[in-house]
């Protein structure tokens, strides 16, 4: 499995060149506005130079952007990556055969300088010549791989291009089914992350089309933006899935969801529809059921590949910059062929879609977010800076990420020990799903926050800031300390901190401490952490008097070390429900004082032991060392 962790790592690469694409697509479309009416003729030219430079330059950017995608962008490998291309061209330019640079080339020498930097960073020569060891030692290699490939290029070149135009030849003659295919397999990747590779090599890579000056451009992408009347089947038939299939699966979640939970999931899955449905991004609503019913998503993968043959059979081509969104849809409508069938036919589609989930969800009672409490994709957009730490401790702490990157709607990371993930706690802190590739190759799945989450989890490692975590110290669900019926601890005079109604009657330590108190009564235990706080955690209100009488047996004393997810206390849970006020239990640090900033983690169902449901930064004057 450990190849799928280097594969998702290329995928997320190749996404990093891509985002110049949607600017070769707004300046093309906006040159085709009647610029002389307002006096500005000259605008028109400017604007299609603009968007032909991109296009010009595209194997560039792919190299030191696939350069830069596999070494969370180091500097030299992004050189490295240019000096290639600039040898490259030089060479092949200098040739009687006329060469064009393509985005396989530059993919190429990107992944060569990628691969070169995570090898030769480290690199000791001599001391006398340790100037070029190291990193510097990346574009030295990468320039003499780049000769040597260069020369080799100008002998074979002409039978690599008679071949990719050979290649776009034999999948053409393979007509819908082979479209079909290609979507079928696309849909399927997604949930590796890998679809960027297969779109690759179909986008940039497979038929040829010579251009008014002579030039040649290969792929279904760069042909259909230069006027291949041929090209944009590999495109066009993902708009119906992007823009109605998806939409419709929300809305069929949203309707399905119970009464009480529908406002909440009406309001997130709302803004996934829309992001699908203007964007193209899927993940968020695809995620919302892919680990609850694969099956389910097996039938749209096959869905998607039957609605890619419908288009291309009816002679539909259209094309897009990033994704089939409804944005694509009308920038590059003007350069369509067919391209308002698209819009019936996705209606059509959405219908299906809508009918068939809302069926399939009632028929095998799929649990997709808004029929349990603990569903998923909870909506919280401008909380990310508040649930970056508590996401940072349920992937194990710092020191458990090697590598940590992030693409449009998900954290691609290297962790030391899976085992350290707590997957619980991640989905309810926002992640509609976690996919394990072996070798600690893990994606969390954060939808489009996923880059801001990131930066969140950056700013995190780098603070010096000391930061006290707490995991959950009982199975059940986690309240707001307001929530408690009883005025001393909703009021805070005891302390700040959560509460939680327990599941089972285990309660266990949420922090690392001493035990500094357990009560006669044996219904409420203190644990004082390292830091200095004191940690008051109080079984159900007004239990006081229910000791001695078999209710409570603590299994700890007074003076002992505990870690997270020790056991405290065995208690009766039954029991105190039936002859208490209520079974609410408090977690609140009764010297607060030293408290500088709270975290929580979303109010929901939680397993006992399970990490990252509060955190706190202290103030500065205990701040002895190296925060979290």
């Not at 030191?64 to 060479?91: E, F, H, K």
């Not at 006398?128 to 290029?153: E, K």
């Not at 309707?255 to 992001?275: G, M």
């Not at 989890?457 to 800031?465: F, L, P, T």
Request: glycine fraction near 12%.
């Amino acid at each position: 499995m450990n190849f799928l962790g280097s594969f998702q790592q290329l995928g997320r690469a190749f996404m990093l060149p891509m985002i110049v694409l949607p600017g070769a697509a707004i300046f093309l479309f906006l040159s085709q506005l009647p610029w002389g009416m307002i006096g500005m003729p000259a605008m028109s030219g400017y604007l299609q130079t603009a968007s032909e430079a991109i296009f010009t330059f595209l194997p560039y950017f792919f190299a030191i952007g696939i350069s830069l995608g596999l070494t969370s962008n180091a500097l030299a490998a992004g050189m490295a990556a240019l000096a290639g291309m600039v040898i490259y061209v030089s060479i092949t330019g200098s040739a009687d055969l006329k060469i064009e640079p393509t985005v396989f080339i530059g993919s190429l020498i990107g992944m060569i300088s990628g691969f070169s930097y995570e090898r030769f960073k480290n690199l000791r020569l001599p001391e006398y010549i340790q100037f070029f060891g190291g990193p510097r030692f990346v574009p030295l290699f990468v320039s003499a791989v780049s000769v040597v490939f260069s020369i080799a290029m100008v002998g074979i070149a002409p039978y690599i291009e008679r071949m990719l135009v050979e290649l776009g030849e034999i999948v053409a003659s393979g007509g819908g089914f082979g479209v079909f295919l290609y979507g079928f397999v696309h849909r399927i990747l997604v949930v590796f992350g890998l679809h960027h590779l297969v779109s690759h090599v179909f986008w940039f890579q497979i038929g040829g089309f010579e251009t008014a000056d002579g030039s040649m451009v290969y792929g279904d992408l760069p042909r259909f933006f230069a006027g291949d009347p041929t090209a944009g089947y590999f495109m066009g038939g993902m708009y119906p899935t992007m823009m109605f299939a998806l939409p419709a699966i929300a809305f069929a979640i949203i309707h399905e969801a119970r009464e009480d939970l529908k406002p909440k999931i009406r309001k997130t899955f709302l803004s996934a529809a829309l992001a699908s449905f203007l964007t193209g991004v899927t993940e968020p609503v695809e995620f919302a059921f892919l680990f609850v019913a694969p099956y389910l998503f097996v039938v749209h993968a096959l869905l998607s590949g039957v609605i890619m043959w419908v288009t291309y059979e009816l002679g539909i081509r259209h094309g897009f910059s990033f994704s089939g969104g409804a944005i694509d849809y009308i920038i590059n409508l003007h350069l369509a062929t067919k391209g308002w069938l698209l819009i019936p036919i996705g209606i059509i589609v959405g219908i299906v879609y809508y009918v068939l989930f809302r069926w399939a969800i009632n028929r095998f009672r799929i649990p997709t977010p808004g029929r349990e409490e603990g569903s998923q994709l909870d909506e919280w957009a401008g909380d990310i800076p508040y649930r970056a730490p508590l996401i940072l401790q349920a992937i194990g702490g710092k020191d458990n990420i090697i590598q940590m990157e992030s693409c449009i709607t998900r954290l691609r990371l290297k962790v030391a020990n899976e085992r350290l993930l707590d997957i619980n706690a991640l989905r309810n802190l926002g992640a509609a799903g976690v996919i394990r590739l072996g070798g600690g190759n893990v994606q969390v799945v954060f939808g489009t926050y996923s880059e801001l989450i990131r930066g969140e989890m950056i700013k995190s490692i780098q603070r010096d800031q000391a930061q006290v975590l707490f995991s959950s110290p009982m199975q059940g669900r986690m309240i707001p300390l307001e929530e408690v019926p009883d005025p001393i601890f909703s009021g805070k005079l005891v302390g700040e901190g959560v509460a939680f109604i327990p599941d089972k009657g285990e309660l266990v330590s949420p922090v690392k401490g001493e035990i500094i108190h357990v009560y006669p009564t044996m219904h409420a235990v203190g644990i004082r952490t390292p830091e200095g706080l004191d940690v008051l955690l109080h079984i159900g209100i007004d239990t006081s008097q229910l000791g001695g009488k078999g209710y409570f047996n603590a299994v700890v004393k007074e003076g002992d070390e505990v870690l997270p997810g020790a056991l405290l206390v065995k208690f009766d849970l039954q029991r105190i429900r039936k002859e208490s006020k209520s079974i609410a239990t408090p977690m609140v640090i009764t010297n607060s004082d030293l408290v500088r900033s709270w975290r929580f983690a979303p109010f929901k169902a939680v397993k006992k032991g399970q990490s990252s449901v509060m955190s706190v930064v202290l103030k500065e004057r205990n701040s002895g060392g190296e925060g979290q």
